[in-house]
């Protein structure tokens, strides 16, 4: 029964609280004693039947029906309640290269560093040097295919019969030394299940990863470095056991071409016996976008299309098999669709062409080896009827 006083002295004190704000806005607010007020005692709840008694009662339908008139936060017919829920999450943009500032200090040639001193490399030249590959890293926080002239190498960290070094000061002596020479780190993430999953899981990575391993356990970290227009991408890793450590270095570039492109008679000859003939077309890495040196080839299609005036086409995208069959397949498309609307831009009738892509669904070799993969990036030109 205590519960009641309690209930009718806070409902005093809303009373006293609503009569004070009617006052000061009719502007008839009596001027309070201070003094008065500090030496007041605790309010004494007004119990039922004593004089005043009638004022609360009539205070609370005051207010229950003030309640009733607008509805509290929450309640039917009320404002909505405020929510902390978290906005969405943003979608990783690709990494540019472009991002990198490029560098100004004076670089060495070609590929930047000496063996780590007390170290020597467990590679032969004919290993560590390619004149034209490609390699996966990881720039933002994705794996990425880069090609272009590579060096590598790899040394055994713990070796009794040389310098030893810590994991740690080796990346960091090649950090440094990158740093040096204005470039930056760029790999936001390790090798995980999940990177590597994005990418079309373990084994698609590993097709072109150079490195000690590409998971858990190993630590893999990339760097750029950017000038007069050329890029570097520098990858440096160390684990597994014993303890490696190993170094790539890629310039970025696209292949020269050592074959003499098919004229259109050729094309010709080969869809009159055959109906098909495959073109190997130089695109960017991971894009659609055509080289510099695929304008000769183009040239030769629109040609032949020029020669005969009844051909039409269906131009085929294919891919090899790194990375996710979804993104190949797309990717094979607007490869297929690039090349039509280069030839349209040269003035064929785009009823005469249709282009699609099939990513690497049908193989013309084993994906197995860099070989297979080189003849499975194609584009072919399939007559149509």
Same mark, same amino acid.
């Given at each position: 029964?205590?519960?009641?006083?309690?209930?009718?002295?806070?409902?005093?004190?809303?009373?006293?609280c609503?009569?004070?704000?009617?006052?000061? $806005?009719?502007?008839?607010?009596? %001027?309070?004693?201070?003094?008065?007020?500090a030496?007041?005692?605790?309010?004494?709840?007004?119990q039922?039947?004593?004089p !005043?008694?009638?004022?609360? $009662?009539?205070?609370?339908?005051?207010?229950?029906s003030?309640?009733?008139?607008?509805?509290?936060?929450?309640?039917?017919?009320g404002?909505?309640l405020?929510?902390? /829920?978290?906005?969405?999450?943003?979608?990783p943009?690709?990494?540019?290269?472009?991002?990198v500032?490029?560098?100004?200090?004076?670089?060495p040639p070609?590929?930047?560093?000496?063996e780590?001193?007390?170290?020597v490399?467990?590679?032969?030249?004919?290993?560590?040097?390619?004149?034209?590959?490609?390699?996966?890293?990881?720039?933002?926080?994705?794996?990425?295919?880069?090609?272009g002239?590579?060096?590598? =190498?790899?040394?055994?960290?713990?070796?009794?019969?040389?310098?030893?070094?810590?994991?740690?000061e080796?990346?960091?002596?090649?950090?440094n030394?990158?740093a040096?020479?204005?470039g930056?780190?760029?790999n936001?993430?390790q090798?995980?299940?999940?990177?590597?999953?994005?990418?079309?899981g373990?084994?698609?990575?590993?097709?072109?990863y150079? !490195?000690?391993?590409a998971?858990d356990?190993?630590?893999?970290?990339?760097?750029?470095?950017?000038?007069?227009?050329?890029?570097w991408?520098?990858?440096?890793?160390?684990?597994?056991?014993?303890?490696h450590?190993?170094?790539?270095?890629?310039?970025?570039q696209?292949? /020269?071409?050592?074959?003499?492109?098919?004229?259109? $008679?050729?094309m010709?000859?080969?869809?009159?016996?055959? !109906?098909?003939? %495959?073109?190997?077309?130089?695109f960017?890495?991971?894009?659609?976008?055509?080289?510099?040196?695929a304008? $000769?080839?183009?040239?030769?299609?629109h040609?032949?299309?020029?020669?005969?005036?009844?051909?039409?086409?269906?131009?085929?995208?294919?891919?090899?098999?790194?990375?996710?069959?979804?993104?190949?397949?797309?990717?094979?498309?607007?490869?297929?669709?690039?090349?039509?609307?280069?030839?349209v831009?040269?003035?064929?009738?785009?009823d005469?062409?249709?282009?699609?892509?099939?990513?690497? =669904?049908?193989?013309?070799?084993?994906? %197995?080896?860099?070989d297979?993969?080189?003849?499975?990036?194609r584009?072919e030109?399939?007559?149509?009827?």
């Open positions: 029964m205590r519960l009641l006083p309690l209930l009718l002295a806070s409902t005093l004190v809303l009373t006293a609503g009569q004070r704000e009617e006052d000061a $806005a009719a502007g008839s607010a009596p %001027a309070t004693d201070p003094a008065a007020e030496s007041a005692g605790p309010a004494t709840a007004t039922p039947g004593e !005043g008694a009638e004022d609360v $009662a009539a205070t609370d339908a005051g207010l229950a003030a309640s009733q008139a607008t509805p509290l936060p929450g309640e039917p017919g404002p909505e405020a929510t902390d /829920a978290a906005p969405p999450a943003e979608v943009a690709e990494f540019d290269p472009a991002s500032p490029e560098s100004t200090a004076s670089l070609f590929p930047f560093f000496k780590p001193e007390g170290l490399s467990t590679l032969s030249d004919r290993d560590r040097n390619k004149n034209f590959d490609r390699e996966h890293m990881i720039a933002g926080d994705k794996v990425v295919a880069v090609e002239k590579v060096f590598r =190498d790899r040394f055994q960290l713990t070796n009794p019969d040389q310098r030893e070094y810590s994991d740690i080796f990346q960091r002596n090649y950090a030394a990158i040096e020479l204005g930056q780190q760029i936001q993430v090798y995980t299940n999940e990177v590597n999953a994005a990418f079309g373990r084994e698609a990575v590993d097709k072109h150079h !490195g000690t391993c998971s356990g190993c630590e893999n970290n990339t760097y750029l470095i950017r000038q007069g227009g050329k890029e991408w520098i990858q440096v890793s160390t684990g597994a056991i014993p303890l450590g190993e170094v790539v270095v890629l310039e970025r696209g292949m /020269a071409s050592k074959l003499a492109f098919i004229d259109a $008679a050729a010709k000859k080969a869809l009159d016996a055959d !109906g098909r003939i %495959a073109l190997y077309i130089n960017d890495v991971d894009k659609a976008t055509l080289r510099p040196d304008s $000769a080839v183009v040239a030769e299609i040609r032949l299309l020029s020669n005969d005036p009844s051909l039409r086409l269906s131009i085929d995208g294919h891919t090899d098999s790194t990375g996710t069959a979804e993104r190949n397949r797309e990717l094979s498309r607007q490869r297929a669709e690039a090349v039509q609307a280069a030839l831009a040269q003035g064929i009738a785009a005469r062409l249709q282009a699609q892509g099939f990513g690497p =669904d049908q193989p013309l070799a084993d994906n %197995a080896t860099e297979g993969r080189a003849k499975n990036r584009v030109l399939v007559r149509l009827p």
